[in-house]
């Protein structure tokens, strides 16, 4: 959707883009000239998506965990993101409202896109934020979540599901919103995020 050509934002995007994100407009601009120089078609693929994500965590292994994010965000399953989404991507997965967040970590972790989320799939994502958490920093999690399984069963048990139950999306986010314990479980410490997203500002 951007304007490409030019290397210029459209007026209407980059106003659409203040109004859903915090981010100014300067910053907007600053991403928008980066994203040109790795995505000169004005697209960004999942591959591109990752090497980009890995920048933000050069410690870890994010490939599992950007893989996910990228696929929650290409709505309409083209396989690209054009500037607009991948801003939004980096909006929602840094600084979003909790509500706005919950409905994208909802998808996030409807691995399937079948509406509902199963244990395993909560394992699927859990286990891919793992790989993203400092090994130094997992030695210092509580004994019932120092695990992907361990942290899976918790969080399962504070939706008082069963191994074979489903979680609705509005079973997820009531859940989350009433249960602070849940939200911490299922998200990547996002101040660790903001705080690698600063540091690395275009």
């Known amino acids: 959707m951007g304007n490409s050509k030019s290397g210029a934002l459209s007026k209407e995007i980059l106003e659409e883009l203040q109004l859903s994100t915090k981010f100014t407009e300067e910053e907007l601009c600053a991403w928008y000239q980066t994203f040109l120089k790795e995505c000169p078609s004005g697209r960004i693929t ?56 919950l409905e994208w970590a909802f998808s996030l972790y409807d691995v399937d896109g079948n509406g ?10 859990v ?23 361990k942290r899976t069963e918790k969080i399962w048990v504070f939706f008082g599901k069963n191994d074979d139950d489903k ?27 903001k705080e690698r997203l600063k540091e690395k500002k275009p």
């Open 46 to 101: 999942q591959q591109q998506f990752q090497s980009i994500y890995a920048k933000f965590f050069p410690n870890s292994d994010p490939q599992a965990y950007a893989q996910h994010v990228f696929r929650s965000f290409d709505a309409n399953n083209d396989g690209s993101l054009d500037f607009q989404e991948y801003v939004i991507a980096l909006h929602m997965t840094t600084a979003g409202k909790t509500d706005q967040k």
């Open 116 to 125: 509902t989320i199963s244990k395993n799939e909560v394992l699927e994502i």
């Open 127 to 149: 286990t891919a934020i793992f790989k993203m958490i400092n090994p130094e920093d997992v030695k210092h999690l509580p004994d019932d979540e120092n695990t992907p399984e």
């Open 167 to 193: 979680l609705t999306e509005e079973e997820f986010i009531e859940g989350t919103l009433a249960n602070k314990e849940i939200l911490r479980l299922i998200q990547l410490e996002p101040q660790k995020v």
